[in-house]
């Protein structure tokens, strides 16, 4: 066919387009498109030390889909950049969110593509499900779980004295004496990044809210409180963490507690998996463990939280669903021993969602969190089941806290009347 019968073709497509459904432009725009290059897709993810690894990822797509070019673009203030595209319905067209109410709110209004038809659902594990859907429908893929816990210096704690791992909270104290008599510090403080805190929180949280999703729908109900039981228990376990950190803990962030930690200045930090893949990056001879944080003197209230990590998410006015689509094909892939799983599991040091040969680089954790997973020894990770900013929220109060400025009724106070302003 030569270039004027494809012109007058084209003509006439485009103008069937714009007298029948809105569906035919979608697809004449499809075909401008792949005529005068690549379809442009955007995948917009919080920043992270993972710039390398999205590069890679980045390329081994174009090279596998040369008729779409993909771009993944890391954003430093994530959740600001988020709220102003949406406020201006400018949403790119793949974008990260946080599992459970965020995905349930942006579903709700309507901002989400409804992914429940594509092959992934069926492999993921039953753990991330929920995480993904509203009312009764898939509106993310869920791309990895991960844990919270407490990462330590394995030799640090062999030198110390120190068998295995604490499983109690007196073991617990009796194990920071021990590090803190090598004259080691026991504790690396990330506490001037409040998302540090907030994890710590929902985690000790976790431990003592005996049926999580009982008590979400109290607190959405307003007969909750985060006053329960147990949970003075919690702030047993935050006032001894702060009495046993680096200098000034409230001026010291996330990168701070990583190079104490890998210098082996400090023997513990309580993060997330990802924490592994950045200790290794400075020192990959480091070896360390994981285990649950205790919160009582009860071994069976130590239980690792583990959840769904990131959610990605398909703006539902996106230009080019077609092409978004295939590009999230390619991130859930399972079987590409060469695309995103691969690149992800080696350099980021996270599980994805669904079975994966290759595993996760996280040195001595790795057993750990397998064997929780497997035994459903879980809790998942409470912040992000609270109303859509009360995350953040905690960790500032925390900081509060931890700062002298107010006491623990207070805190619980500040948190109550927060859920029941966000539900009201």
Not at 185 to 198: I, N, Y
């Amino acid at each position: 066919m030569n270039r004027g019968w494809i012109t007058i073709l084209m003509i006439s497509l485009l103008l069937l387009g714009l007298l029948g459904c809105g569906g035919d432009v979608v697809i004449m725009e499809h075909s401008i498109q792949e005529k005068d290059g690549p379809v442009p897709i955007k995948l917009v993810v919080w920043s992270s030390r993972a710039y390398d690894t999205y590069r890679a990822i980045q390329d081994d797509f174009r090279y596998k889909h040369p008729h779409i070019e993909l771009t993944i673009e890391m954003q430093e203030n994530y959740g600001d950049y988020i709220a102003a595209k949406t406020a201006s319905n400018d949403l790119p067209d793949l974008f990260f969110l946080t599992p459970y109410h965020e995905v349930q709110v942006y579903a709700k209004n309507g901002m989400l593509m409804d992914l429940s038809e594509r092959a992934f659902t069926d492999n993921v594990f039953d753990l991330t499900r929920k995480s993904v859907s509203y009312n009764g429908k898939v509106y993310g893929y869920p791309m990895s779980i991960g844990f919270l816990g407490v990462i330590y210096n394995k030799k640090l704690f062999r030198d110390a004295g120190i068998t295995g791992s604490p499983q109690t909270l007196n073991e617990f104290k009796e194990a920071v004496l021990k590090i803190k008599a090598l004259g080691i510090t026991p504790f690396a403080s990330s506490f001037k990044d409040h998302w540090t805190l907030k994890h710590l929180f929902s985690t000790l949280q976790g431990s003592v809210v005996k049926e999580p999703s009982t008590w979400i729908s109290s607190m959405d109900r307003g007969s909750g409180t985060f006053r329960s039981r147990d949970v003075g228990e919690i702030f047993d376990v935050l006032d001894m963490i702060r009495g046993n950190t680096n200098v000034n803990p409230l001026e010291s962030d996330y990168d701070d507690s990583i190079q104490l930690m890998a210098m082996e200045k400090a023997a513990m930090i309580h993060n997330g998996n990802w924490a592994v893949a950045d200790l290794f990056k400075i020192n990959p001879n480091l070896e360390v463990g994981l285990f649950p944080l205790p919160v009582s003197d009860n071994p069976n209230d130590a239980i690792l939280a583990v959840d769904t990590e990131i959610v990605i998410v398909l703006n539902h006015n996106t230009k080019y669903p077609k092409e978004a689509l295939q590009v999230l094909d390619y991130i859930s892939d399972n079987s590409d021993r060469t695309g995103w799983m691969h690149h992800y599991t080696k350099d980021v040091s996270t599980q994805p969602a669904m079975p994966f040969d290759q595993k996760p680089l996280l040195g001595g954790t790795y057993s750990t969190f397998e064997e929780a997973y497997q035994s459903n020894r879980i809790i998942p990770w409470m912040y992000q089941q609270y109303p859509l900013g009360l995350g953040e929220a905690a960790g500032e109060i925390l900081q509060s806290y931890y700062a002298g400025e107010i006491e623990q009724n207070t805190v619980f106070d500040m948190l109550d009347q927060m859920w029941r302003d966000k539900v009201d």
